[in-house]
């Protein structure tokens, strides 16, 4: 009752005058005390009507799950579409056919990109709900590969890729797995308790970085690369820019300055960072180094 009071801006009248009118159209509806309504099994709701603007979304969210095509989601998703396809009226049916002529997906060649496993998301996603300790074998970014058990808590987008939220039964302490780093995995079938205190909730506690951590950095921006960053600065903490002479004054918030020196330092004399002085350090080390390596080479 609640979710449905809040879901649409109702009151609770509302509801319960909306639940009636439904009943009294002859609509099997039940009701559970302390659990809420339900409709009764074995009942058959008419076919759904979408408008325009939600079949679109669906069907954009078709392209959008493109790079997980051949996975078991992917391959999910598009058995849901056509059921829900099979059911629209002919015009609908015309409309997304249409839009989907209409729409491409590209996807640009990355010999380095890491593939996730075509059927890890889903067996991921069971072994969440049934909160089942799994066993990974996980490949670090310094390549060295570990194995360890953990207890999934939820599936987290970073970027554009996907990691797994969990708590490490080898580190005892909450970390943090990208899916494509995933080689091998299976399922203990044991069950970890709810009652342990592992929770998502918590694991975004303790992982939100405190305001202390954050470093903010004033950089310029040549003109000439502006364009050439708009898809990457917010990875580096962007809050804000303005126009200034010859380009633009952009203000980072981040807490990890080493990894906004190396992606800065990428463009050259055309990206300048004005402060604070422990990043232009930083920077400097960097430059030292790569001057070192190819007066040796």
């Known amino acids: 009752m609640v979710e449905i009071?809040?879901?649409?801006?109702?009151?609770?009248?509302?509801?319960?005058?909306?639940?009636?009118?439904?009943?009294?159209?002859?609509?099997?509806?039940?009701?559970?005390p302390g659990k809420g309504y339900f409709i009764v099994p074995g009942y058959l709701l008419p076919p759904v009507l979408f408008s325009h603007e939600e079949?679109?979304?669906?069907?954009?969210?078709?392209?959008?799950?493109?790079?997980w095509g051949n996975t078991s989601t992917g391959r999910a998703y598009q058995s849901a579409l056509e059921k829900i396809k099979s059911v629209l009226k002919q015009k609908e049916k015309e409309f997304i056919s249409s839009l989907e002529q209409q729409m491409g997906y590209i996807q640009w060649p990355d010999v380095t990109a890491l593939h996730p496993d075509p059927d890890i998301f889903l067996f991921l996603q069971q072994a969440i709900v049934r909160r089942h300790v799994l066993t990974l074998s996980y490949c670090r970014?310094?390549?060295?590969?570990?194995?360890?058990?953990?207890?999934?808590?939820?599936?987290?987008?970073?970027?554009?890729?996907?990691?797994l939220a969990a708590w490490c039964r080898l580190r005892r302490?909450?970390?943090?797995?990208?899916?494509?780093?995933?080689?091998?995995?299976?399922?203990?079938?044991?069950?970890?308790?709810?009652?342990?205190g592992h929770s998502l909730a918590e694991f975004y506690e303790v992982a939100k970085p405190d305001n202390k951590s954050f470093v903010t950095i004033k950089a310029f921006i040549s003109s000439r690369i502006v364009p050439h960053i708009e898809s990457s600065k917010r990875y580096y903490g962007w809050q804000s820019e303005k126009e200034v002479n010859g380009g633009k004054e952009m203000t980072f918030k981040t807490y990890a300055p080493d990894a906004f020196c190396r992606w800065i330092i990428a463009w050259g004399s055309s990206a300048k960072v004005l402060e604070p002085a422990s990043v232009k350090d930083c920077l400097k080390v960097l430059a030292g180094e790569i001057r070192e390596y190819y007066e040796k080479h």
């Open 141 to 163: 970014m310094d390549e060295k590969k570990t194995r360890r058990d953990v207890e999934p808590l939820g599936l987290i987008m970073i970027g554009e890729s996907w990691y």
């Open 55 to 67: 079949s679109a979304a669906l069907v954009s969210a078709g392209f959008f799950l493109k790079e």
């Open 5 to 32: 009071m809040k879901r649409f801006s109702v009151s609770e009248r509302t509801v319960f005058r909306d639940l009636s009118a439904l009943q009294e159209a002859g609509i099997p509806i039940g009701h559970d």
């Open 173 to 196: 302490d909450y970390r943090i797995f990208k899916i494509e780093r995933i080689k091998a995995y299976s399922d203990t079938n044991v069950t970890f308790p709810s009652e342990n």
